[in-house]
């Protein structure tokens, strides 16, 4: 799904303000997609920001989590137009004519032209992709936990030394 964030913005007028952005796009699967997020995008808007108090345009220099039909991968909010275009062509996010695909009609076309034997390995490689991740997913969770456990039981040691 499309991820949304936030983060406090400090203006050189001395204005503080709080903006949500976008930290992730799902360009295929997220029912309310719409495809002005990837036109605003390209074109560098989608991440400016105005002070309500003094007019500054301030940008957000990030990476952005793309993930569309074809996989998910990283694009950075300071791409030229013309190199985040390349990249979302690659991907099939936009069409040869540079026209936002949608993702669902395009896929499903493309999916009933192959044969049954295509559309079962493409079932198993994202099977596996699926797997993959979520070991991953879960290893890198299972270390957090236990480097947090180990931080959290010297901290305990360090106050029962303290207080004996």
């Known amino acids: 799904m499309t991820r949304l964030s936030s983060l406090e913005i400090n203006c050189d007028c001395g204005h503080r303000f709080k903006v949500v ?4 796009i799902n360009t295929f699967i997220d029912p309310d997609f719409d495809t ?13 920001f ?3 108090n003094c ?27 013309e190199n985040i275009k390349n990249i979302l062509t690659n991907y099939g996010v936009l069409n ?6 949608d993702g669902f009609a395009e896929r499903l076309e493309s999916w009933l ?15 596996e992709k699926i797997k993959n991740l979520r070991k991953e997913f879960f290893d890198g969770l299972k270390k957090a936990l236990e480097n947090s456990s180990d ?14």
């Not at 500054?56 to 137009?81: A, D, Q, R, Y």
């Not at 040869?96 to 695909?101: L, P, S, Y």
Request: glycine residues 4%; contains cysteine.
């Open 50 to 52: 105005k002070c309500e």
């Open 96 to 101: 040869k004519d540079g026209n936002v695909v």
């Open 55 to 81: 007019g500054k345009i301030h940008h957000i220099n990030m990476k952005v989590l793309i993930n569309c039909p074809k996989g998910m991968f990283w694009v950075s909010t300071t791409e030229s137009p």
């Open 36 to 48: 002005s997020i990837i036109k605003e995008f390209i074109d560098g808007t989608l991440h400016d």
């Open 151 to 164: 931080e959290e039981e010297q901290m305990n040691n360090k106050e029962n030394n303290e207080v004996n």
């Open 113 to 127: 032209k192959k044969s049954p034997e295509e559309r079962k390995k493409e079932a198993e490689d994202a099977d």
């Open 21 to 24: 952005y976008y930290a992730s």
